[in-house]
């Protein structure tokens, strides 16, 4: 007999036999019907478990993570409101399950089977996953199972105060709203988890609201590693700017007494707070786990016998709110309820194509009231002497900060997070004045964590706001692109497109900075973001595309909800020659608000029919020196500006350079994994023959007089240039 089967009989048994755990007297102030209600959720969530069990053994299921032994956390439901959103830790279907019962209209059993099914008829995820989650209950539904989903939680709860101040055009988030998130005692280690319990208590620290409730969930063990008895309090009690909370989670009228102490405060104050609630695991991790090749029989059989529903009938039974018979009634009539929805539920529709399964992927458009953007008078003032110098060919740096000027006067709800783009103006000075501007809490200075920069814009995301992220350097990203991989990017396809969390995400990346900074401020590819489904890729190389395109992708964010990355080179932020010094080729004038380069559009210079160079940043730079040379050599060349890296503009390029003898791919990046790659792929798949790539090495960029020796160089594109002229005759 397998352990659920065990756990089963050991409750019908016990509570027949009266044999029921020893406890506290019954502390509470919810009515007795009440408690009948939290006691259901909790069963209910027990016999789903079973029922998922079962599924799994006949085909018909596919995921048997379960939430035995975490009942408790129905009684945290009850303690909080629907409006509060709440982001859930994997074993929390009692929690979903009884704030059903807050919210008119559910069929939670119903819905919750479509998923174990992988039913496109799934109201969460249409079939993509089971997940928890529901649009109907206010939680966002994730797979995150280290915990990742808290940075983003962290987020939606400094949104708050936020849009108190500034009221978002698609705020979904009450004024009153707290935010709840969950987790497992082993995933509270998690660096990503310690990260946003650190933000969100450096954020309390300084007083700014942060109506963020933590609930810990601690059965002791993350898979087969036991947590240290006591750690979790003790790491958690005395962290400054957060107050603990703990309880009994096999108690349901301790658990909610203490859930609603902890929510009263958070909501009070505005500050965070960390509750600590005490569980048993039930049947090993997931239905392919045989706990008992890691853990002793006798620890097995010790949280069997503190079964949560167990003690939950004996509060019952001592609230006079039922009787012994009545509790057996519930759970086996519960029982009989899943296996009649069940036998349904199997038979609904799933998914069966490719196409199917990636409708979701981008998330649906959405209606924006219209905006003529500032008046003249606005900008005047905000401007200031900067209107003067919009009339003179400027470089891509300052253009780029007009650009965020007009963008956040536009739209209210734009605001810009990251390390020093507020006091400081950005590394590069990108960010020069806006905190003057518009204030410190829509230019926001954050601590020094990339996960917590970009889960701060998904969570804003999430209550109306538009974040623009600035990611230092791109190197920098790889301690956090999870946050993008995991989280931002995955939201609308787990949700069927019910949640989004648009954004633009501005990098600053690639190479070519003379004198500065080697691997870490220089590094050169793209590929950790390529490869992210549905992700937008911007990438420009002047600085009168870098404005068209962000407006574009300021665009694609608040009216389709995107997530977009916006990738600046940082060795063309300053740069004003293009041929010679002080010819000033390389800056333009501030182009008119309204002007906007659109998904997908190139740009291209010259008419050559012999070659076409594809590049973009710093490649198509170089690429139009080479240009130059070449020319002077008789070929006749145009270079094209991809300016978009993903999606890539294949109709574009293939219009581009169909009546070119020869195409050249310059890509800055490294050749494995780079742009050029796919660009290979694309003029090969297209029937080109006379093509070639010439890439970075793949090496690190060397800091000092080296900086350019695994680059691509003009010198190095001409020859490629002629290589592929001469192999081409």
């Not at 199972?145 to 849009?163: D, E, N, Q």
């Not at 005047?380 to 900067?386: E, I, L, M, R, Y």
Request: charged share 20%.
């Amino acid at each position: 007999m397998d352990r659920a089967a065990i756990v089963h009989q050991n409750f019908l048994d016990r509570v027949q036999g009266g044999d029921l755990p020893k406890g506290t007297a019954v502390q509470t102030d919810l009515p007795t019907a009440k408690l009948v209600e939290i006691f259901r959720s909790q069963v209910l969530s027990r016999q789903l478990d079973r029922t998922s069990r079962a599924m799994q053994k006949a085909g018909q299921g596919f995921y048997t993570i379960g939430s035995s032994g975490h009942e408790g956390m129905a009684a945290v439901a009850e303690a909080l409101r629907p409006t509060d959103m709440a982001f859930l830790h994997y074993r929390d279907a009692a929690f979903q399950i009884q704030r059903s019962q807050q919210v008119p209209g559910q069929n939670i059993a119903w819905d919750m089977l479509l998923s174990f099914a992988a039913s496109s008829d799934d109201p969460t995820s249409g079939g993509r996953h089971k997940v928890l989650g529901s649009k109907a209950l206010n939680i966002p539904p994730q797979t995150s199972t280290i915990a990742s989903h808290l940075p983003k939680a962290v987020g939606a709860a400094y949104s708050l105060g936020l849009a108190r101040r500034h009221t978002p055009e698609h705020r979904c988030l009450p004024k009153d709203a707290i935010i709840m998130a969950s987790f497992g005692d082993a995933s509270a280690n998690h660096s990503t988890a310690q990260g946003a319990f650190n933000t969100a208590c450096w954020t309390s620290f300084q007083s700014v609201p942060m109506p963020m409730l933590f609930v810990c969930e601690d059965n002791g063990i993350g898979i087969s590693t036991p947590t240290p008895d006591g750690w979790i309090a003790a790491s958690f009690a005395a962290r400054p700017g957060m107050k603990y909370f703990s309880c009994n989670g096999l108690d349901l009228c301790e658990s909610h007494r203490v859930a609603s102490e902890a929510a009263a405060y958070v909501r009070k104050h505005r500050k965070p707070a960390f509750l600590h609630i005490s569980t048993v695991r039930l049947y090993g991790h997931a239905g392919s786990d045989v706990e008992a090749t890691y853990r002793a029989t006798k620890a097995i059989v010790a949280d069997e016998a503190n079964d949560p529903l167990l003690h939950s009938v004996r509060l019952l039974i001592e609230a006079g709110a039922l009787s012994a018979a009545q509790a057996i009634e519930i759970y086996n009539e519960t029982g009989e309820r899943c296996t009649r929805v069940v036998a349904q539920a199997v038979k609904r529709p799933h998914l069966k194509t490719g196409v199917d399964v990636a409708a979701s992927l981008i998330p649906p458009k959405r209606n924006c009231a219209p905006t003529n953007g500032p008046s003249a008078a606005v900008r005047k003032a905000v401007f200031g002497s900067d209107m003067r110098a919009m009339k003179e060919p400027q470089p891509m740096l300052r253009l780029l900060n007009w650009a965020l000027t007009d963008l956040m006067l536009e739209h209210g709800e734009i605001a810009i997070m990251g390390e020093d783009v507020g006091r400081k103006g950005g590394v590069y000075g990108v960010t020069q004045k806006l905190k003057k501007r518009f204030g410190a809490d829509r230019v926001i200075d954050t601590l020094l964590d990339e996960q917590s920069i970009l889960g701060l814009a998904i969570g804003m995301a999430h209550n109306g706001f538009i974040p623009m992220p600035e990611i230092q350097f791109l190197a920098y990203l790889h301690n956090a692109e999870d946050q993008i991989r995991g989280e931002a990017a995955t939201l609308s396809f787990f949700s069927n497109g019910q949640y989004t969390n648009p954004m633009v995400l501005r990098i600053a990346g690639l190479g070519y900075q003379r004198g500065f900074g080697g691997h870490f401020h220089n590094d050169n590819s793209l590929a950790v973001l390529r490869d992210i489904p549905g992700v937008i890729i911007a990438c420009p190389s002047n600085g009168a595309d870098a404005a068209c395109m962000l407006r574009e992708c300021v665009r694609l964010a608040r009216e389709e909800q995107r997530v977009v990355v916006f990738v600046e080179p940082i060795a063309l932020y300053p740069m004003r020659d293009l041929h010679t010094a002080g010819d000033g080729g390389w800056m333009q004038t501030y182009p008119s608000p309204d002007k906007r380069i659109g998904l997908g559009q190139v740009g291209v210079s010259g008419r050559g029919t012999d070659l076409a160079i594809v590049s973009y940043a710093n490649g198509y730079y170089l690429s139009l020196q080479a240009a130059r040379v070449l020319k002077a050599k008789g070929v006749k060349v145009r270079v094209i500006d991809m300016r978009w890296i993903a999606p890539l503009p294949v109709e574009e390029l293939l219009k581009q350079t169909k009546t070119c003898g020869a195409v050249l791919i310059v890509d800055e990046c490294r050749e494995t994994g780079s742009q050029s790659e796919g660009l290979m792929a694309l003029f090969t798949e297209n029937n080109r023959e006379n093509i070639a790539r010439y890439t970075a090495e793949d090496c690190f960029i060397a800091t000092g007089p080296a900086y350019g020796a695994t680059l691509p160089s003009v010198d190095g594109i001409t020859k490629a240039a002629l290589d592929v002229l001469e192999g081409g005759k």
